[in-house]
Nanobody
Framework: QVQLVESGGGSVQAGGSLRLSCVVSGDTSSRYYMAWFRQAPGKEREGVAI????????TYADSVKGRFTISKDNAKNTLYLQMNSLKSEDTAMYYC??????????????????WGQGTQVIVSL
């Protein structure tokens, strides 16, 4: 039983930055892989980044490498996504998600059991 709540979305100009947060509540004692996904209207949900339980391993989608950073603070039960050099193509609803490690190290949406409600990111030209 896990609840995820995202925050930090908003509207920014291209080249700007945002930091998204995802607070985890409920069963925070279990081991999870955490990830950020995004979905633009009419497009499939795509994985942005994934991080392991300790925070020591990460993987990024090619489209965000070098611009986004996923991190977490286990003491605060919070996941972060720092987004720099934002592009109009980054406009989407952003979701945090959690899965148990036995589902593997990947960004397959169906493997993630828990999802937040999303936070909107709009990047204007």
């Amino acid at each position: 039983q896990v609840q995820l709540v995202e925050s930090g979305g908003g509207s920014v100009q291209a080249g700007g930055s945002l930091r998204l947060s995802c607070v985890v509540s409920g069963d925070t004692s279990s081991r999870y892989y955490m990830a950020w996904f995004r979905q633009a209207p009419g497009k499939e949900r795509e994985g942005v980044a994934i991080i392991n339980t300790s925070g020591g391993a990460t993987t990024y989608a090619d489209s965000v490498k070098g611009r986004f950073t996923i991190s977490k603070d286990n003491a605060k039960n919070t996941l972060y996504l720092q987004m720099n050099s934002l592009k109009s193509e980054d406009t989407a609803m952003y979701y945090c998600a959690a899965k148990y490690p036995y589902y593997g190290w990947n960004l397959r949406p169906t493997d993630f059991r828990y999802w937040g409600q999303g936070t909107q990111v709009i990047v204007s030209l």
